[in-house]
């Protein structure tokens, strides 16, 4: 099982120090509100690529009063991973180290997967488009690293042409060049979401009937659904490049880019009633989302492209009933990947037997209580 045998942190949210030595087995924190349980998970969450399961800004991360930055280091399957911000250089700056050797984040992304759940998705499918893209996204960045940095030459891109449109006269060749660029991580983008939803509808399909309902996924976009109809990346960086090029005075009079990849929408269907995922019930939304995030994590296991995932859910059995937690603890144990879980009340976790460890966490301060 891909496990964390270890976790160090140092002046990361409330935790001064915090040292656990862990066996290869799930782990389960409990304790009162506010004690530190989702701030454990938080910090596992920046070992792998991204910002993390709160999307936090690194100095966000730094313990009150503390007279530095932080750090996080983990034993993984036994390699030696840490990240941090550094202040001794003048300006802040994430660190990343391997092995005691300095890293790039696609080294991390090599070695680190991580999914994860929190009690902020729960309304993923009552609120926005960008709710929804911005779930997904996650599950496409933990397949496919390399999403992360389309996104961000696509945003980055996508500035530059806002901040051309408020000029009184368009420079045709720069809009050009700079919607090149944009059609580009654009298509790069829309391939990735298109090739990870054929692996989660795939998983989602060889699941038996359970306590966790089968779903029927799509992706809403121009760009998506080329994607999904086998268009090349060619061919869908000519239809991006074309729309805006069409699109630039209409995009002036709203001053934004109102189409584009940046605009896509996850649609998910409860197999169960045929109903869209917004129509639910709570109930059903909430075992829709664990069934999806138990698809990602299997499907990463059975892709072989990589370790399996690390699952992260935050209160996930707080509002399941005793046969559904017994459900989740069955199929995470199923997974060959080490979950973390957090809750209240240590009796939610006892379904798990001996499979899981269990840590208190009270103020700051964790303590195994097998």
């Known amino acids: 099982m891909t496990a964390l045998t270890r976790l160090r942190l140092t002046d990361f949210r409330n935790y001064e120090q915090l040292d656990l030595r862990l ?3 799930h782990v389960c924190l409990f304790g009162p509100n506010g004690a530190g349980k989702t701030n454990i998970l938080e910090a596992i969450s920046q070992l792998g690529p991204g910002r993390g399961l709160r999307s936090a800004g690194l100095g966000e991360l730094t313990r009150h ?3 530095g930055g932080w750090s996080v280091a983990g034993e993984l399957d036994g390699r030696r991973i840490g990240v941090g911000l550094e202040l001794s250089s003048g ?3 994430r660190t990343l180290r391997i092995d005691g050797e300095t890293a790039q984040a696609s080294d991390l992304a090599e070695l680190v997967r991580i999914v994860w759940l929190t009690p902020a998705m729960d309304t993923v499918f009552r609120g926005g488009a960008g709710d929804r893209r911005r779930f997904y996204d996650r599950q496409v960045l933990a397949h496919m690293p390399a999403h992360g940095a389309a996104a961000a030459r696509y945003e980055k891109a996508m500035r530059e042409r806002n901040a051309l449109l408020e000029r009184a006269a368009i420079d045709p060749a720069w809009a050009d060049a700079i919607e090149a660029r944009m ?3 654009g298509a790069e983008m829309a391939m990735a979401r298109s090739l990870v939803m054929g692996r989660l509808q795939a998983s989602l399909d060889a699941r038996p009937e359970g306590a966790f309902p089968k779903a029927r996924l799509g992706l809403e976009g121009e ?7 086998g268009a090349g990346l060619a061919a869908i960086e000519e239809m991006l490049s074309e729309t805006w090029r069409k699109m630039r005075r209409a995009d002036a009079q709203a001053g934004r880019t109102l189409k584009g990849p940046h605009r896509a929408d996850l649609k998910v269907i409860h197999l169960p009633t045929g109903l869209p995922a917004r129509e639910a019930s709570t109930g059903q939304q909430k075992a829709l989302l664990i069934g999806l995030i138990l698809a990602s994590a299997q499907a990463l296991a059975d892709g072989g492209r990589g370790p399996a995932p690390l699952l ?10 005793a046969d559904r937690r017994a459900a989740l603890y069955d199929a995470l144990c199923a997974l060959p990947g080490q979950a973390w879980l957090s809750g ?5 976790f006892d379904a798990f037997g001996t499979r899981a460890q269990r840590i208190c966490v009270r103020s700051g301060a964790a303590e195994i209580h097998d």
């Open 23 to 25: 066996e290869s087995r």
């Open 65 to 67: 009063g503390a007279p």
């Open 91 to 93: 300006s802040p700056r």
């Open 183 to 185: 059609a580009e991580a």
């Open 223 to 229: 760009a998506e659904t080329m994607a999904q109809e």
């Open 312 to 321: 992260l859910l935050d209160e996930a059995a707080a509002h399941l009933d």
């Open 344 to 348: 209240t009340e240590a009796f939610l």
